[in-house]
Every structure is written in C-alpha cells, then in structure tokens.
C-alpha cells in the first residue's frame, strides 16, 4: 500500500462558552490561535493545513498569519464536526483535528497516534493523553480525565474525576498522585476520512450532551477510539485565568 495523505484542520470557533473568542487573546504578542497555528506547522507528516471557521474575525486572524481558511457553517455540534464539513470533497486518507486552544501543543500529541495509525490500518481513530500531574487539575471540570483499557481503548472521558480512588482517597494527600495515575485528554482527534464522515452523520449522543465532549460520541456508539500516551503536557485554554497563567509561564 501507498503513501497515507494527512490533512490538519485547526476548527476555530469565536463564540466559546467559557470565554468568549479565546482564540484571539493573545499570550505575549501571538493570538492563542496564532500559536496553535505555529505548533501544526512543526508536526511531520501533513500535506496541508487550515483554519476552519464560521467567524469573519478569526478567518481574518488566520489569513493575518499566512494560514489557508476555510468557512463553514455555524450550526457544527463539535469541533470535529466543522473538520468534517471543512474537508469535505477533499482527497486525504487521515484527517488530523487539532483544537484550536491548545498553545503549546507538543508535535508528539500528533506524531505518535498518527504513527499509530499508519502502522495499524484497522484504527479509525485516535488521540492523545498525558499523566495529570498537578492536585488542582483532578477537580478542575476544564481538564478532561480519560481512562482506558490494557490494549488503550478509550473506555470514557469525563470533566468529573475518573477513576474515583474510593478506599483512600483524600484530596488533602498529595501522594494520591503516586497510588493512582490519572489520565487527562489532549485536544486532538486523528480521523481515517470515511470514520470522520460516519461521526459527523450521527446524532449528538446523550453523553456527548451532557459532559459537552465530542469523542463520547465514539465511544457510545460502539467504536473504539485508540490513546497514544505521551510525556509532555498541553496547557489549553478555556478562561482568562488561563490567559494569566500562560503568559506568566513563557
């Protein structure tokens, strides 16, 4: 078999429940999506990249960073949704989805389930995680805990803290952090194009609806959804006290 072709989707909203066009604050000088932008661009492996919006002021955003745009309509129910309308027509064997507020997106967030799939053609689609290394981050509703089986299946994410430790568990204690490992989500998704187009065919599920997290859509309609493990951390971006935070930490 031939040469897989890789297309990255940035899907790029302004109106964000949490912080209204968060995608154009900046952190030191560059837009958070200007650093996302930046980030795709040092990953190995894609053909082309672009920005898909359904809002003047990011397109304009994105062409101000010499970035390929793509419009879409406003009514996608996830982020992987507007990729799916965006590529649409296109030619591509895997579509990479990489949210549009993770700033300091390290290149093996995408590179190593991208390995994955290309060395294992029955994956449809895969993402990524990292340990949670920080007390504050188990209870934090912004930072998406995942668990998964041995063969590193997603079994479910969730904002709440999952696993629950319940025979020791003390949030007063910070060595919980050695007894129990706990897992949180990286915001992307690496789709083969026909799986990305069967997602975008189904309905909003009932856990997708509740915890607002596409990828349970996957998994509740009984396909398996592959973790890669990775080292580094990806710090997103969901209120201005993260703003605060990532400005102080470059």
Do not use: W
Not at 130 to 149: A, G, H, Q, S
């Amino acid at each position: 078999m031939g040469r897989e072709s890789v297309i990255c989707i940035i899907p790029a909203r302004y109106g964000s429940e949490r912080l209204q066009g968060k995608v154009l604050y900046k952190i030191n000088g560059k837009t958070v999506l200007h650093r996302v932008y930046e980030r795709a661009l040092k990953v190995k492996g894609f053909g082309a990249i672009y920005i898909a919006t359904d809002d003047r002021r990011v397109a304009e955003e994105g062409r101000r960073i010499g970035a390929e745009v793509i419009m879409t309509s406003s009514d996608c129910n996830s982020g992987s949704d507007r990729v799916a309308e965006a590529v649409k027509g296109m030619k591509a064997d895997i579509v990479v989805n990489i949210q549009a507020d993770e700033p300091f997106l390290p290149a093996e967030a995408v590179e190593k389930p991208l390995d994955m799939m290309k060395k294992d053609r029955t994956l449809y689609v895969t993402t990524s995680a990292t340990k949670i290394r920080k007390m504050d981050e188990l209870y934090d509703p912004n930072i998406v805990k995942i668990v998964f089986d041995k063969d590193g299946y997603t079994l479910y994410s969730s904002r709440s803290l999952i696993p629950y430790p319940s025979l020791y568990f003390s949030k007063n204690t910070p060595a919980l952090l050695k007894k129990v490992q706990f897992y949180k989500h990286i915001g992307v998704y690496l789709f083969r194009y026909d799986f990305l187009q069967t997602f975008h065919r189904l309905p909003v599920s009932p856990l997708e609806r509740i915890e607002k997290l596409e990828q349970l859509r996957i998994i509740e309609n009984g396909f398996k959804l592959k973790v890669a493990v990775i080292q580094r951390d990806s710090p997103c971006v969901d209120t201005l006290e993260d703003i605060k935070r990532l400005r102080a930490m470059e």
